[in-house]
């Protein structure tokens, strides 16, 4: 499956900006979304189970960040609200074939498919 994230860009801090991952075919896997600053390791942000019925955020955007899938377009989403300077960073959706398991879900190794990767920047 091929991933294609967009709708990233520089925005003020406390704006909002909505991220799109597309995939190739459908969708039947679990979805993540990391991000990486510079310098800096990957992070993971978000995941959605196959199902939509399971989310799971990392404490630094929890309440803020939202994922979501559409299934009928192949599409999964990352609403990001209240942005902060701290959260300037490329991000980067993922695909699991992998049996869920929170403990997994948040790092890279979980994942098998990677988009290339969408800016994002957040001014004070």
């Known amino acids: 499956v091929q991933l294609q994230a967009s709708g990233g860009g520089l925005v003020q801090a406390g704006d909002s900006l909505r991220l799109s991952c597309a995939a190739s075919g459908r969708t039947l896997y679990h979805m993540g979304w990391f991000r990486q600053a510079p310098g800096k390791e990957r992070e993971f942000v978000a995941a959605i189970s196959r199902s939509g019925s399971i989310t799971y955020y990392s404490d630094s955007v929890k309440g803020r960040f939202t994922i979501a899938r559409e299934d009928a377009k192949n599409t999964v989403y990352l609403q990001m609200n209240t942005l902060k300077p701290e959260d300037t960073a490329v991000y980067y959706c993922?695909?699991?074939?992998?049996?869920?398991?929170?403990?997994?879900?948040?790092?890279?190794?979980?994942?098998?498919?990677w988009g290339q990767g969408t800016l994002v920047t957040v001014s004070s």
């Open positions: 993922a695909a699991s074939a992998r049996p869920w398991v929170s403990v997994s879900v948040i790092v890279t190794p979980f994942y098998d498919y």
